[in-house]
């Protein structure tokens, strides 16, 4: 057996970063409730299992901006105070998971909020590819760039059939930051990160099965939620700290990469973003989204009409 001291020396150690403040891993008060974070993030904690469903909720794509990922930073402090026994992501959207970064904050931004946002996303991704406590995705829904990203600093991905997953950063002409990078290179092989990263490729369920992007597919969202719960039982019986640690070892170097160079990431950011060619590119982008979603009821009338054509020729 690990004697405490041991623990808190080698936690002292290599997270001088503070990710585990605590090597007492006490059982969480459980209480059946339900918090919110200004209704950015629900927070449900099963009072059965101790794990908390973790729900994304900002209409209509959740797409992460300031607030949202405050909120969500928030919420996954509290669980490492409360030493959950699992935190399951998900959204409350139907058909998107996340949409990933508001582009709205990286479009002309406020210099001031916009380093508080990447701010707030460097933290969101310390605390949660680094958590002490165990995750899963239930991915139901869309899981384009940093949604893709949350969904992969999760231990375990279940998706529900006929999305799309992946880091598409460079379809819009910028560069996925290189701790997205290491997080892909962390969930599916090497060379198949390198092209999956280059070609900014999203890929469908089923292929990012095949592919180990996700791990299961499920039916329904409640499906989806069953199937994580059922992966993070699996942690029920290994001793916290141990399983904690080791997952912490594993993660470690991409994240002191970062936690070592955060301003300079930050600067980086600056700089891209100033860049008149990614403004450009961006700007596109927004005005395709609006016309993409103003097309929208045209779209599907068309695709009603082609239905009805197509069941009248049937008939004669
Ligand atoms: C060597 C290392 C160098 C390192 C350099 C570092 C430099 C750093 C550079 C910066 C890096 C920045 C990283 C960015 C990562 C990101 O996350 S960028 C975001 C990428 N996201 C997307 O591409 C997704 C875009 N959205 C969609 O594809 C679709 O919306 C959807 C599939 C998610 C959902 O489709 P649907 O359900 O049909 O909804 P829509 O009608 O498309 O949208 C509804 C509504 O939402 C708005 N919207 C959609 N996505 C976003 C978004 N990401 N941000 C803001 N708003 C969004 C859309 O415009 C609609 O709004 P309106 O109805 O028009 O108001």
């Given at each position: 057996m690990l004697s405490s001291k041991f623990i808190h020396a080698f936690t002292r150690q290599i997270y001088h970063t503070n990710?585990?403040?605590?090597a007492t891993f006490n059982v969480i008060k459980k209480h059946n409730s339900t918090h919110t974070k200004n209704d950015l993030v629900l927070v449900d904690v099963n009072?059965?299992?101790?794990?908390s469903i973790v729900t994304l909720n900002?209409?209509?794509?959740?797409?992460?901006?300031l607030e949202l990922l405050s909120a969500f930073s928030s919420v996954l402090d509290d669980l490492h105070k409360n030493n959950s026994r699992g935190m399951i992501l998900t959204s409350s959207s139907s058909t998107v998971f996340s949409a990933g970064l508001d582009i709205n904050e990286l479009y002309k931004p406020d210099m001031d909020r916009v380093r508080k946002f990447w701010t707030s996303l460097q933290d969101c991704w310390i605390k949660l590819y680094g958590s002490s406590f165990p995750t899963a995705a239930a991915i139901n829904g869309h899981a384009p760039a940093g949604g893709c990203l949350f969904a992969m600093c999760c231990e375990y991905r279940v998706m529900l059939p006929k999305y799309t997953i992946g880091l598409n950063e460079t379809q819009l002409g910028i560069v996925a930051p290189t701790w997205f990078m290491a997080t892909m290179k962390n969930t599916i092989p090497l060379r198949q990160a390198e092209l999956a990263l280059t070609l900014g490729k999203m890929f469908k369920t089923d292929d990012a099965l095949k592919l180990g992007l996700i791990d299961e597919i499920a039916e329904n969202k409640e499906d989806a939620i069953h199937k994580c719960e059922i992966f993070l039982k699996?942690?029920?019986?290994?001793p916290q700290t141990a399983r904690a640690l080791t997952k912490q070892s594993y993660r470690k170097n991409d994240i002191m990469e970062l936690e070592n160079n955060r301003e300079a990431d930050l600067q980086l950011f600056f700089l891209a973003i100033s860049d008149p060619r990614v403004q450009s590119s961006l700007g596109k982008y927004v005005a395709f989204l609006k016309l993409k979603s103003r097309m929208k009821p045209i779209l599907e009338a068309v695709k009603f009409l082609k239905g009805i054509f197509k069941s009248k020729k049937k008939k004669n």
């Open positions: 990710l585990i403040t605590s009072d059965k299992t101790g794990f900002r209409p209509p794509v959740n797409s992460l901006n699996k942690y029920q019986k290994i």
